[in-house]
């Protein structure tokens, strides 16, 4: 009787999963430290799905669980129990790459290590910064000069324990919003969760007897993983042997720009076989896959226009605010499906308030109220910084929405590739201008932008919410999952701070390929030089900027309401904001590949044969996944 209680009190999240998942993040966070920062020969945690996660679960099922079940079946981990693992891991891994720690502490000594007489940065706003908010001047030149230094750890203590606890904070903030989303996103919307679906049919097991999952048994996930290991080794041949012929996948040039007015607008066009994504696109629903590449040739049709309009000699700066101004149109976008989101959930919310105040068997009132506390312990970290309490508020309310909109995108879409359009602080001078913040203020904001740079931080959202619904499908613990996920956090969070710092210091930053050849040593120096133009040169606001964004939010919102309206509309808005922002002149192929390939499954053969086609596309993934272990692992030895 007692057994059978503990057992419903943990529902899977069981103390050995929780103390191996621990392990496992360990293990991730050395991986990246020698595969993401030290050579850079390839990803680990972040990325959607992430690499390193997706390739240990493989490879235990494959491997591990056989012989734990030969020593006896009380050894062999439970479907749930390598879930949990599965979800620390995801939740767990990105803090430990070159968005989060690995972009955090160069950035933080780039203020000192790169000011020079002639940038003028220690007249402009080195005065600006709080003593605790970067290491001492001294301390960062060392960071970077590389001479098998000692890590002064008494100098950076301060520092890295302040934005250790926004950090933590912010963590903490995230779990709790997607405690309030789940069961709206889960139950009532009934969001397809794509990503969720690779682990899920990978532990699949009809019958719990079998050593193996059911996937494993089918020869057409084989062909699927032995796709992309067959194609992309010839490449890892290819490196260790030159005489071998590589075999061309990447940036294959289908169109060169063409050089006569206005079709000079229309760019480069590239063609790439990128697997894994592939796999996604044939798992995402085929309006979302659509809408992504048929969007991406209207972004370059206007560009053509532009040409026209403008007289362009090519295709416009996407960052600019200037017709077309994509990205600016991208931003637009992504509020525009914020309010979308509020606006289907207004029934949810209104529960969430009742419950809060009134309390309830569903009673929301500890997320809100932690989420709440912890939402003003950011912004009294953002005015200690700098800013304002009314410039801190805002700052951190527009960091959250971008953070929530990225999650929906994820969980509803599968497309975890996607950025945000706009960095927070340029929406902010786009809207207000530079003129408007105070000498501090811009200095805080760009002390922190490393931490809303890419996807960075934002990306641990999704994975949080993405490893509730691993625990809704198979009715764990959310609340033991919740604390196993963040107790995975906190110990990637410091030990992946050790590690990198004392990397930096026994090689130097500028010395490795993340500070020379990654866009991280470049960002570094360009977060506080933008900072010096603004300071020198302060600006308005960008009416150009405002009304690309408006027009941007105009066209989302019409995008939904004609999805709503019509059952043969098949445009979705996220393809929209997908298409307007970074990545997708990369993307459009492998999503035009999924697409293509799921719509003739479902027009042809109906569900019964995209079912038996889908294990083929999760091999595709999972092939990818294990090539880039691999092509890391080598990496190593050849850079």
């Given at each position: 009787?007692?057994?059978?209680?503990?057992?419903?009190?943990?529902?899977?999240?069981?103390?050995?999963?929780?103390?191996?998942?621990?392990?496992?993040?360990?293990?991730?966070?050395?991986?990246?430290?020698?595969?993401?920062?030290?050579?850079?020969?390839?990803?680990?945690?972040?990325?959607?799905?992430?690499?390193?996660?997706?390739?240990?679960?493989?490879?235990?099922?494959?491997?591990?669980?056989?012989?734990?079940?030969?020593?006896?079946?009380?050894?062999?981990?439970?479907?749930?129990?390598?879930?949990?693992?599965?979800?620390?891991?995801?939740?767990?891994?990105?803090?430990?790459?070159?968005?989060?720690?690995?972009?955090?502490?160069?950035?933080?000594?780039?203020?000192?290590?790169?000011?020079?007489?002639?940038?003028?940065?220690?007249?402009?706003?080195?005065?600006?910064?709080?003593?605790?908010?970067?290491?001492?001047?001294?301390?960062?030149?060392?960071f970077a000069e590389g001479e098998d230094l000692l890590v002064p750890w008494r100098a950076w203590s301060l520092p890295i324990a302040l934005w250790s606890l926004f950090l933590l904070t912010l963590f903490f903030v995230m779990l709790c919003i997607n405690r309030i989303l789940s069961r709206q996103?889960?139950?009532?919307?009934?969001?397809?969760?794509?990503?969720?679906?690779?682990?899920?049919?990978?532990?699949?097991?009809?019958?719990?007897?079998?050593?193996?999952?059911?996937?494993?048994?089918?020869?057409?996930?084989?062909?699927?993983?032995?796709?992309?290991?067959?194609?992309?080794?010839?490449?890892?041949?290819?490196?260790?042997?030159?005489?071998?012929?590589?075999?061309?996948?990447?940036?294959?040039?289908?169109?060169?720009?063409?050089?006569?007015?206005?079709?000079?607008?229309?760019g480069r066009w590239e063609w790439n076989f990128n697997f894994w994504l592939t796999g996604v696109a044939f798992i995402v629903p085929t309006d979302i896959s659509l809408s992504c590449w048929v969007f991406h040739i209207i972004t370059r049709l206007e560009n053509v226009v532009a040409v026209i309009w403008k007289g362009h000699s090519g295709p416009p700066s996407v960052y600019s605010p200037m017709f077309p101004a994509l990205f600016?149109?991208?931003?637009?976008?992504?509020?525009?499906?914020?309010?979308?989101?509020?606006?289907?959930?207004?029934?949810?919310?209104?529960?969430?308030?009742?419950t809060t105040i009134k309390g309830g068997s569903e009673s929301y009132r500890f997320f809100v109220i932690a989420g709440g506390i912890g939402f003003i312990l950011l912004c009294g970290w953002c005015v200690a910084a700098g800013m304002s309490p009314v410039t801190a508020f805002t700052f951190?309310?527009?960091?959250?929405?971008?953070?929530?909109?990225?999650?929906?995108?994820?969980?509803?879409?599968?497309?975890g590739i996607i950025m945000s359009p706009l960095l927070v602080s340029e929406t902010l001078y786009t809207f207000r201008g530079t003129a408007a913040f105070r000498p501090e203020e811009l200095t805080a904001m760009a002390s922190l932008r490393w931490s809303y740079f890419a996807k960075g931080t934002m990306g641990v959202m999704p994975c949080q919410l993405e490893g509730f619904k691993l625990a809704d499908v198979l009715k764990m613990n959310k609340k033991r999952l919740g604390i196993a996920m963040y107790l995975g956090i906190f110990v990637a969070l410091f030990l992946s701070i050790y590690l990198a710092l004392t990397l930096f210091y026994q090689k130097g930053f500028m010395e490795l390929p993340?500070?020379?050849?990654?866009?991280?040593?470049?960002?570094?120096?360009?977060?506080?030089?933008?900072?010096?133009?603004?300071?020198?040169?302060?600006?308005?606001?960008?009416?150009?900027g405002v009304m690309a964004v408006m027009t941007g939010s105009a066209v989302c919102l019409v995008l939904a309401f004609l999805r709503f309206r019509f059952l043969w509309w098949h445009l979705h808005p996220v393809g929209y904001m997908a298409a307007n922002s970074w990545g997708m002149h990369i993307y459009w192929s492998p999503f035009f590949m999924g697409w293509l390939a799921k719509s003739a499954m479902l027009r042809y053969g109906g569900i019964k044969y995209y079912r038996r086609a889908l294990p083929v596309f999760i091999g595709l993934i999972v092939g990818d996944m294990i090539h880039g272990g691999i092509s890391s692992i080598i990496g190593c030895f050849i850079s």
């Open positions: 009787m007692a057994a059978g209680q503990a057992k419903r009190k943990g529902d899977g999240v069981s103390t050995r999963a929780i103390i191996i998942g621990i392990g496992f993040v360990c293990l991730i966070t050395i991986m990246s430290r020698y595969f993401s920062l030290t050579f850079m020969s390839g990803n680990v945690g972040a990325s959607a799905p992430a690499p390193a996660p997706l390739y240990i679960l493989f490879f235990w099922l494959l491997i591990i669980t056989p012989i734990l079940r030969l020593m006896g079946r009380k050894f062999a981990l439970s479907r749930k129990e390598l879930l949990v693992i599965y979800a620390m891991m995801v939740a767990a891994g990105t803090i430990s790459s070159q968005g989060v720690i690995g972009f955090m502490l160069p950035h933080m000594a780039s203020v000192h290590f790169n000011a020079t007489p002639e940038n003028e940065w220690s007249n402009l706003f080195h005065q600006h910064l709080p003593s605790w908010i970067v290491p001492p001047a001294k301390e960062s030149f060392m996103w889960m139950h009532h919307e009934r969001l397809s969760f794509p990503l969720v679906a690779i682990p899920l049919e990978l532990t699949s097991a009809s019958d719990p007897k079998r050593y193996l999952p059911d996937i494993f048994r089918k020869r057409v996930f084989w062909l699927g993983v032995s796709i992309p290991l067959i194609l992309q080794g010839i490449n890892i041949v290819h490196l260790l042997l030159p005489a071998v012929p590589a075999m061309p996948l990447r940036h294959l040039t289908i169109w060169n720009q063409p050089s006569a007015r206005p079709w000079c607008g229309l600016y149109q991208g931003m637009g976008a992504l509020f525009g499906l914020f309010l979308i989101a509020i606006w289907t959930g207004r029934a949810h919310w209104a529960s969430v308030l009742k951190m309310i527009l960091f959250l929405v971008v953070a929530f909109v990225l999650t929906r995108v994820r969980v509803e879409t599968g497309l993340i500070g020379n050849r990654s866009y991280i040593g470049s960002q570094v120096f360009w977060a506080y030089q933008n900072l010096a133009v603004y300071l020198a040169n302060p600006g308005s606001t960008d009416m150009g």
